[in-house]
């Protein structure tokens, strides 16, 4: 079964750091691209980043930029984001997701929660 | 501000059909698949339409999907209780070189 499990959120002050992680089974993870999406509170689907699958090539959402980095480590099959210089707007529940391509997301993780808060 | 553009909420009762629209651009849903998702609540995004009109196995045929131009639209036949749930568009940009998401819309079967 094609699964994606993520971990690593929780309860973090501003200008705090946190690493998400997402373990993937069930599939050839080095084959795909892997991005993370979150959803804030009482908001839509927002994109955050991607990274391809060999070579990798990483993208960022704007409001990201400088502050949080995507990576992963094909040999154990897991996706990361390091979330550094945290905002109370980077409060949400970060997805990660298989993509097939650019914007098609087959695969998700149930969520982690990140709350950015005093 | 969403890049593409969705209605926030939309309606229907049992049977219905009910079309959920998506506006964007040239450098995005212009040059770019759509792909739309179904959220619903507490739970995680499911694809239910990709490369603009395709649906994946096991969603069902009530739902599907268009595009004209720089706008798409998905479309619920025979709308079921179930089908009560958050919708989105999203779509490659390429002057933003990332994904852009439509705002969702909520959809509540009367």
């Known amino acids: 079964e094609v699964q994606l499990v993520e971990s690593g959120g929780g309860l973090v002050k501003p200008g705090g750091s946190l690493r998400l992680s997402c373990a993937a089974s069930g599939f050839t993870f080095n084959s795909y691209s892997m991005n993370w999406v979150r959803r804030a509170p009482g908001k839509g689907l927002e994109w955050v980043s991607s990274i391809g699958s060999g070579s990798p090539t990483i993208y960022y959402t704007d409001s990201v930029k400088g502050r949080f980095t995507i990576s992963r480590d094909n040999a154990k099959n897991s996706l990361y984001l390091q979330m550094n210089s945290l905002r109370a707007e980077d409060t949400a529940v970060y997805y990660c997701?298989?993509?097939?391509?650019?914007?098609?997301?087959?695969?998700w993780g149930q969520g982690t929660l990140v709350t950015v808060s005093s | 501000q969403s890049v593409l553009t969705q209605p926030p909420s939309a309606s229907g009762t049992p049977g219905q059909r009910v079309t959920i629209s998506c506006s964007g651009s040239?450098?995005?849903?212009?040059?770019?698949?759509v792909y739309w998702y179904q959220q619903v609540p507490g739970t995680a995004p499911k694809l239910l339409i990709y490369r603009d009109n395709q649906r994946p196995s096991g969603v069902p045929d009530r739902f599907s999907g268009s595009k004209s131009g720089t706008s798409a639209s998905l479309a619920i036949s025979g709308l079921r209780s179930e089908d009560e749930a958050d919708y989105y568009c999203?779509?490659?940009?390429?002057?933003?070189?990332?994904?852009?998401f439509g705002g969702g819309t909520k959809l509540t079967v009367l």
């Open positions: 997701a298989r993509a097939l391509s650019t914007s098609w997301y087959d695969t």
């Open positions: 040239s450098s995005n849903i212009g040059g770019n698949y």
């Open positions: 999203a779509a490659w940009d390429d002057s933003l070189s990332g994904v852009v």
